[in-house]
């Protein structure tokens, strides 16, 4: 059988400053698989959108914002992440610009902005600690990791980068 994840984008929100990142405290829905987490904004892509289409879908339905300027940091292949031993693979944006207000309410929990050097202590999935550094710097190319999950729990993390024609060529 082939294999089918689920496919998702998960985006980071940062301020005008550069100092500060938006998640939601998914806090709200006692059914919820990451209540109690934090996490980045996204969710499942629709039968009719690319990645970029569905994170500023997402983006907009969750935090009332708009991306002007986003970059795809990477992508990870999730085997076994779900509730139900479900697999996902993620599109991982930066969102360094948007337009709009943010909403005061999400039914899935609550938006806050956090300093990107507290991050450590918030509560989130373990293996997003493995993978946010790479999505959170400011420039690089684009990592590809796999991140297999047993029990809700990581059992591994790989990831490469590509290097760009540009660096292999000297340029």
């Given at each position: 059988m082939p294999y089918q994840p689920i496919l998702a984008t998960l985006g980071y929100v940062f301020d005008p400053s550069g100092e500060r990142v938006l998640l939601i405290h998914r806090n709200k829905r006692s059914d919820?698989?990451?209540?109690?987490?934090?996490?980045?904004?996204?969710?499942?892509?629709?039968?009719?959108?690319?990645?970029?289409?569905?994170?500023?879908?997402e983006l907009h339905e969750e935090s009332g914002l708009f991306a002007t300027r986003m970059e795809l940091r990477g992508t990870i292949n999730w085997p076994g992440f779900g509730k139900n031993g479900e697999s996902w693979f993620g599109f991982l944006f930066r969102i360094?610009?948007?337009?709009?207000?943010?909403?005061?309410?999400?039914?899935?929990?609550?938006?806050?902005?956090?300093?990107?050097?507290?991050?450590?202590?918030?509560p989130m999935w373990p293996g997003?600690?493995?993978?946010?550094?790479?999505?959170?710097?400011?420039?690089?190319?684009?990592?590809?990791?796999?991140?297999?999950?047993?029990?809700?729990?990581?059992?591994?993390?790989?990831?490469q980068i590509l290097e760009t024609e540009a660096s292999i060529a000297g340029g």
């Open positions: 919820d698989a990451h209540l109690g987490k934090f996490n980045g904004l996204g969710g499942k892509l629709e039968p009719h959108e690319d990645p970029v289409t569905c994170m500023r879908r360094t610009a948007f337009t709009g207000d943010l909403r005061a309410d999400n039914p899935e929990g609550d938006l806050s902005w956090h300093a990107l050097d507290a991050l450590g202590d918030l997003d600690r493995d993978f946010l550094p790479l999505v959170l710097a400011g420039s690089g190319p684009c990592f590809h990791g796999v991140m297999p999950y047993s029990n809700g729990m990581p059992v591994s993390w790989q990831y």
